[in-house]
């Protein structure tokens, strides 16, 4: 199973957008990862205004945590990761700078 | 990266409160490791009843030990040491600035590889390895 966490900022992604992106990020995965990588599960906190800030600024920016099988290659990673992020703005409008999005192996421990 | 997610009791902090802290954050990452000023995210959570912390770093969720908590996430790959003195140096100003004693303070820094990370459309580099350019950059609203 694939698991994102998603820190959103306040009026940056509207809620109806959740179910087009969760089925976005999933079908990318199932395409770079394979059918290995199983359902993905999705959870969502918005951060309020005034609340989230990036370099001491106020935010606009996502940050989209995700979880996936141990044993993911570099490249594949990466062109994981791109793909993900490429979905995410055409679907939210949002810039490539508005997103940091990450894949970390599921057994890491931090 | 780094992520810095502050949890804080519902109402305790000011707007101009969490935007000093927000930048002494960025003052300490940055005068410490020499990462990217724009790199620094802070947000501020809210615990209500019932607020669980995810790991976003690692699995489960973090269990916050006292009522204000530092849970961040940073590119692996400096030393130890490195990483207390930051988090040392964000908790000190954390409390002064909330105005709390420092008991009630506390945190933790995880950590993962920089590759693991895609931001600006690029995949993190090492701490260290910063092409030039990611400086040139004012600090981004968004």
Redesign the interface.
């Known amino acids: 199973m694939v698991k994102f ?1 998603c ?1 959103v ?1 306040e009026g ?1 992604v509207d809620e109806t957008l959740r179910p087009k992106l969760a089925t976005a990020l999933e079908n990318v995965c199932l395409d770079v990862l394979g059918a290995t990588a199983g359902p993905a599960e999705f ?1 969502w ?1 918005v ?2 205004k ?12 996502s ?1 989209v ?1 995700g ?1 996936i099988p141990d044993g993911c290659d ?1 490249d594949t ?2 062109r994981l ?2 793909s993900m ?1 490429d979905e995410w703005c055409r679907l939210t409008g949002a810039t ?15 | ?1 780094p ?1 810095y ?1 502050c949890v804080i009791p519902e109402g305790s902090l000011t ?1 101009d409160q ?2 000093e802290i ?2 002494a954050f ?2 300490v990452h940055c005068g410490l490791s020499a990462a990217p ?10 615990a209500t009843a019932g607020f669980e912390l ?6 489960g969720t973090i269990k916050a030990d006292t009522p204000y908590f530092v849970a961040g ?1 940073n590119r692996g790959g400096r030393p130890p040491e490195l990483k207390a003195k930051i988090l040392a140096g964000l908790l000190k100003r954390f409390s002064a600035i909330a105005g709390v004693p420092t008991n009630q303070v506390s945190g933790r820094i ?3 590889p920089a ?7 690029k ?1 993190l580099p090492e701490p260290g390895e910063e092409p030039a350019e990611w400086y040139e950059h ?5």
């Open positions: 966490d820190i900022q940056c959870s906190v951060v309020k005034g609340f989230g800030f990036r370099g001491g600024e106020p935010s606009n920016t940050l945590r979880r570099r990673r990466e990761l791109k992020a490539a700078h508005d997103l940091v999005i990450s894949a970390r192996d599921e057994s890491w421990a931090g | 990266m992520v997610r707007y969490r935007a927000a930048t960025t003052d000023r724009n790199f620094v995210q802070v947000v501020f959570l809210e995810p790991d976003t770093h690692g699995s996430g995880s950590e993962a590759s693991w990370t895609m931001e600006a459309g995949v004012a600090a981004v609203s968004g």
